[in-house]
């Protein structure tokens, strides 16, 4: 098991360039998540969606575009880069289900971000 | 909203001793998990340990344990006989039960001293 890939792992965009951040799992997991993470402000949910099909605004979703291709891979667009989208970007995943929750989101390596 | 507070951004350690990573949160839920995660250099979140708000007994796994106080709202992380692979970024983060979305701390800069 790879557990969750994300690609690429370093990228520099210029101003109003546009991207995608790939993530895919391979651990059957129904729920997927985007966070950034920068210094002092921990990480912060982007998006996320909890089934195939479904995406859901996070806690900073502004400048960003999700799509759920399938249950494996949940992508991260971003239309216009901007310099305040410099970032480090996470992907995880996670069973959801009431009846038998795990406990902990698997996160995969990151993707550094820069925007000058 | 649920918030995440941990109050120290650095925390310096001698090799071998014991050290408390502190960490508070505010929510209105009775049944949650909190949890710690390591991030060290290589940038991979690593899950260290985690608390069921229902249960009484404090979480250890090996060298890691927890102080959980429910009605303080306090979940601290103590790293017994510190490591020099134990120098990380670690994360508090909260789930109340029946959601998934975590939500994590600013983090505390951990450096372990030889």
């Known amino acids: 098991n790879a557990g969750v890939t994300q690609t690429p792992k370093f990228q520099v965009l210029k101003t109003g360039q546009s991207m995608t951040l790939q993530c895919a799992q391979d651990?059957?997991?129904?729920?997927m998540y985007w966070y950034r993470q920068d210094p002092g402000m921990g990480l912060r949910l982007i998006y996320y969606?909890?089934?195939?099909?479904?995406?859901d605004k996070g806690e900073v979703p502004n400048g960003y575009n999700v799509s759920r291709l399938n249950k494996r891979e949940f992508s991260l667009r971003l239309e216009s880069a901007a310099p305040s989208q410099t970032s480090v970007y996470f992907c995880?995943?996670?069973?959801?289900?009431?009846?038998?929750?795990?406990?902990?989101?698997?996160f995969g390596p990151g993707t550094r971000l820069t925007v000058t | 909203a649920q918030t995440v507070t941990q109050s120290q951004p650095e925390m310096s350690v001698q090799e071998a001793e014991t050290v408390t990573l502190s960490c508070t949160y505010d929510?209105?839920?009775?049944?949650?998990?909190l949890f710690w995660y390591k991030q060290p250099p290589s940038r991979q979140m690593i899950l260290v340990i985690r608390?069921?708000?229902?249960?009484?007994q404090n979480a250890t796994e090996n060298r890691f344990s927890v102080n959980f106080q429910k009605a303080a709202k306090s979940f601290s992380l103590k790293i017994s006989d510190s490591q020099l692979g134990d120098a990380a970024m670690y994360f508090c983060?909260?789930?109340?039960?029946?959601?998934?979305?975590?939500?994590f701390g600013t983090g505390t800069r951990l450096t372990i001293i030889p």
């Open positions: 983060a909260y789930r109340p039960f029946g959601n998934e979305k975590l939500t």
């Open positions: 651990m059957n997991h129904n729920s």
């Open positions: 995880a995943s996670l069973f959801w289900g009431l009846s038998s929750p795990s406990y902990e989101q698997y």
């Open positions: 608390q069921e708000a229902y249960k009484q």
């Open positions: 969606s909890a089934s195939e099909g479904t995406t």
């Open positions: 929510t209105s839920e009775s049944d949650y998990y």
